[in-house]
């Protein structure tokens, strides 16, 4: 049985860092690109970045890059996300989410609970 379990959200101030992790188990974790998704309240959801199974390839949406880094331990089998500089719009629940693939192809067929992230004073 495919399980995601996230970890590491809270409640941070504005230009605060907090790191994400995400531990996968019931399949070969080094075989699958990974993402991180996020819902914000009331809106849906949005794609923020994916790494390949082997971690060398990354990318991001706008609003996060040279904020945001994802990164992986594939003996390990979990999944990072370290994010920088936080700001109040990145209040959202954060999910970890499987591709279907070794590299990105926004088919994800897994998903694990969520983390709630805020962003407050």
């Known amino acids: 049985e495919v399980e995601l379990v996230e970890s590491g959200g809270g409640l941070v101030q504005p230009g605060g860092s907090l790191r994400l992790s995400c531990v996968a188990s019931?399949?070969?974790?080094?075989?699958?690109?990974m993402s991180w998704v996020r819902q914000a309240p009331g809106k849906g959801l949005e794609w923020v970045s994916a790494i390949s199974s082997g971690g060398a390839r990354v990318s991001y949406v706008d609003s996060v890059k040279g904020r945001f880094t994802i990164s992986r331990d594939n003996a390990k089998n979990t999944l990072y996300l370290q994010m920088n500089t936080l700001k109040s719009e990145d209040t959202a629940v954060y999910f970890c989410?499987?591709?279907?693939?070794?590299?990105?192809?926004?088919?994800?067929?897994?998903w694990g609970q969520g983390t709630l992230v805020n962003v407050s004073s």
């Open positions: 989410a499987k591709d279907q693939a070794a590299t990105r192809t926004g088919a994800m067929d897994y």
């Open positions: 019931g399949f070969i974790f080094s075989n699958h690109a």
